[in-house]
């Protein structure tokens, strides 16, 4: 089983920053795409950021030059620093990790999300 804790929500003026973390831990060899998904209220859950093994990011297009996701292999974590916040990435933020399985699709673990809210 793997276990997903995730840090850095909270409270923040727009045009402020937060960063996010997600330590995953557990039964794990390697992880591939770990990622950040998020729901705004009334809204469906959307994909934020998703980094894979290799280091290749993927953002939402409101998202391209304000957040940046990295991540430590060696932490298992996965990181989203986000800048000049604005009220419309007020929300629940989610981690997720996909872990491969032998000759099966990989399977995907989540957080139990962190909360960002956006508010002067």
């Known amino acids: 089983q793997v276990q997903l804790v995730e840090s850095g929500g909270g409270l923040v003026q727009p045009g402020g920053s937060l960063r996010l973390s997600c330590a995953a831990s557990?039964?794990?060899?390697?992880?591939?795409?770990m990622g950040w998904y998020r729901q705004a209220p009334g809204k469906q859950r959307e994909l934020a950021a998703s980094?894979?093994?290799?280091?290749?990011?993927n953002y939402a297009d409101d998202l391209k030059g304000r957040f940046t996701i990295s991540r430590d292999n060696a932490k298992n974590t996965v990181y989203l620093q986000m800048n000049s916040l604005k009220h419309e990435d007020t929300g629940v933020y989610y981690c997720?990790?996909?872990?491969?399985?032998?000759?099966?699709?990989?399977?995907?673990?989540w957080g139990q999300g962190t909360q960002v809210t956006v508010s002067s």
């Open positions: 980094i894979s093994r290799g280091g290749s990011t």
């Open positions: 997720t990790v996909r872990i491969p399985r032998y000759m099966a699709a990989d399977r995907e673990y």
């Open positions: 557990g039964n794990i060899f390697i992880i591939n795409t």
